[in-house]
């Protein structure tokens, strides 16, 4: 169990940039992920990066968009958006503990979360 506290949120135009970190009091299980949820519905995966730094996923919907980083020795995890879309619109959460039980997308694999950052993209 670990405390998580996301910045970086903002208001961005759309195809501009913004810039996610979460900051980690400690290290806990194997990866960690970014989610994000809009209103009205469910909490979807964005992306995950082992500790290491070395192994990642995005879901289709970022590839090629968003880049998930992390400073293992600062224990931050980063996500780097680019050529933001209203669609991206979203609470976005950092997650941690991820266990290898599960699938990195799945947030029933991770045991500690952020309390969000609001990322609000116009057009």
């Known amino acids: 169990q670990v405390q998580l506290v996301e910045s970086g949120g903002g208001l961005v135009q759309a195809g501009g940039s913004l810039r996610l970190s979460c900051v980690a009091s400690?290290?806990?299980?194997?990866?960690m992920g970014w989610f994000r949820q809009a209103p009205g519905k469910e909490r979807e995966f964005v992306a995950a990066v082992t500790w290491s730094g070395v192994q990642t996923s995005y879901a289709e919907s970022v590839k090629g968009r968003f880049t998930i980083s992390i400073d293992n020795a600062k224990n931050v995890l980063y996500l780097q958006m680019n050529s933001l879309k209203p669609e991206d619109t979203a609470v976005y959460y950092c997650?941690?503990?991820?266990?290898?039980?599960?699938?990195?997308?799945?947030?029933?694999?991770?045991?500690?979360w952020g309390q969000g950052t609001q990322v609000t993209v116009s057009s």
């Open positions: 400690g290290r806990s299980g194997y990866f």
């Open positions: 997650a941690a503990g991820g266990s290898y039980v599960y699938r990195s997308s799945s947030p029933n694999g991770y045991g500690s």
